[in-house]
């Protein structure tokens, strides 16, 4: 894999491999320079093609592209599922095929159990994690564990976040925050008031506390620190809100 990708640092069974891609390693030309894996943005199908080959060559497994919606909607992957479905979450039991999850600014959340039987993947932006795409996602993650083994519990389920849009740049509104409130009082820690109904979010740190109140608490990655911020780290990360016209990253989560 390219030396610039993320590896994610969590103790999940050596049977289960992930990765989030970075601009880094493609062939796409500005302003999607370089590893572009996103159809749907204006770059070239050719390059985006060859990006897609290469993810696909340095994972060993084969990415299962969703068409994002943010919605709630989860797939469960097997060996004849195409690309393409409308679906912001996924699930795999399959080895060798790798729920995949395009970001260019909303938090990519990966996951398995601890028997590494089973793995998934989510998109969370803020309309999705509202409406309970990461709490879909489990719970299709948690279903797929085999009746053999021990059965998943939030205990025995491991979180990565990847890069997100960061608290400091991500300006919302008010109905944002009403969203969140609304189901958890405790969201308000979130967000920072800027005046006249507009707020500044902190979206890993939402996905963090909808977690928690499952009862996940090994949770990994992007702690909310500048580094994992994709506005701010402009030469290594997509962000369609700094840009507008960008490329997308992907996050894949695979069993060996």
Not at 109 to 122: I, R, Y
Not at 213 to 220: F, K, T
């Amino acid at each position: 894999m390219h030396a610039d990708w993320l590896i994610p640092q969590w103790p999940a069974p050596a049977s289960v491999r992930a990765v989030c891609t970075t601009r880094a390693g493609g062939v796409s030309a500005a302003p999607y320079a370089s590893l572009n894996l996103g159809t749907h943005v204006g770059d070239d199908p050719q390059a985006v093609a060859s990006n897609r080959q290469e993810l696909s060559r340095a994972v060993a497994a084969r990415p299962v592209f969703l068409q994002q919606v943010h919605g709630v909607d989860v797939v469960c992957l097997d060996a004849v599922t195409a690309d393409g479905l409308m679906a912001d979450g996924c699930v795999t039991a399959q080895r060798h095929l790798a729920c995949t999850i395009m970001v260019a600014d909303c938090l990519p959340v990966l996951m398995t159990t601890l028997s590494g039987e089973v793995v998934g993947a989510a998109h969370a932006g803020w309309r999705g994690l509202a409406g309970g795409v990461l709490e879909a996602t489990l719970q299709q993650l948690w279903q797929q564990s085999s009746a053999s083994a021990a059965a998943a519990t939030a205990s025995e389920t491991l979180v990565w976040f990847g890069p997100c849009i960061g608290a400091q740049n991500f300006e919302v509104g008010a109905e944002v925050r009403a969203a969140f409130v609304a189901q958890q009082s405790q969201a308000q820690a979130c967000f920072t008031s800027l005046g006249q109904d507009k707020f500044l979010a902190d979206l890993q740190g939402l996905a963090r506390q909808r977690l928690q109140a499952l009862g996940v608490s090994h949770i990994y990655g992007n702690d909310g620190s500048v580094d994992w911020c994709t506005v701010s780290q402009a030469p290594k990360y997509f962000s369609h809100r700094r840009d507008r016209v960008s490329g997308r990253m992907a996050a894949c989560v695979w069993r060996e």
